[in-house]
């Protein structure tokens, strides 16, 4: 019994499972986890009020959903499939990715690997520096390239400084890989059509999340948050699937 008479609730609160996370997790909000038991990820017990109570196994099963999108950027639906095949019992590795080790000795489960055919950590690896400021001298020296490389960035779109006139990394990574294939004739103006099918693909996710971030219900921005998530991941693989597949037919392969 609390000092107050009341019965002590068991399992953790929605604040103490926050307090968990954000450690590893600093972006995780309560109405992402929220958002994350509405979309049937996690299912904490309630109380005879409605209270919440998460147990250990539903804390690490969000560990489970938030370090699948942070490191391998894998849609929610993805994530699903593979947490009802733990549920099952599924050791395939083909389903099962390579899981928390907490999460391991509560499911039972093998370790596994990637699934195939998705994003992978290298290709959606979180950097807490990319809203950096960076002036023009920092990208000229951290890309290695001159000014009049990156006039032309410029003048081709593919770098874009923001409204006070810094560079995020992302310029920097840009620029970078913009040089490597300049060493094989390829020039900034060779990349127009880059930018351009860039565009289109932003306009066509804005387009189909614009109206979840107009709801105005507490959980909106979280769900829309998410389906950009989900859309640019699948935008990504869609790609370079498609270039791959070009590619085979140079190569013969």
Known sequence: MTAAGRPQREGLSIGAVLAQLRPDFPD??????????S??????????????????????RLRFVLAAQRDH??????????????????????????LPRKLVAISSVDDGG??????????????????????EDDLLREAGIDEFMLDELR???????????FYDTDAVRIARTVKSMSDYGIEPR???AFRASADREVG???????????????????????LVKELAALSVTLHTLLVKTGIRGVTGG
């Open 39 to 60: 979309e049937g990820l996690v299912r904490p017990a309630r109380t005879p009020s409605g209270y919440r109570q998460f147990s250990a196994a539903d804390v690490e």
């Open 204 to 226: 066509l996710v804005e387009q189909i999340v614009a109206p979840v971030y107009r709801q105005r219900d507490a959980n909106a921005k979280a769900r829309g948050d998410e």
């Open 155 to 165: 003048q081709y779109g593919l770098v874009r400084p923001n409204a006070a006139g």
């Open 114 to 135: 990637h699934v195939p055919g998705t994003p992978g950590p290298d290709e959606f690896a979180t950097d807490p520096e990319s809203a950096a400021q960076l002036t």
């Open 28 to 37: 995780v909000t309560i109405s992402k986890i929220r958002f994350l038991e």
């Open 73 to 98: 950027y894998l849609p929610l639906k993805v994530i699903k499939e593979q947490l009802d095949a733990i549920d099952r019992g599924d050791t395939n590795a083909s389903v099962v990715p390579r």
């Open 190 to 192: 060779h990349l127009r």
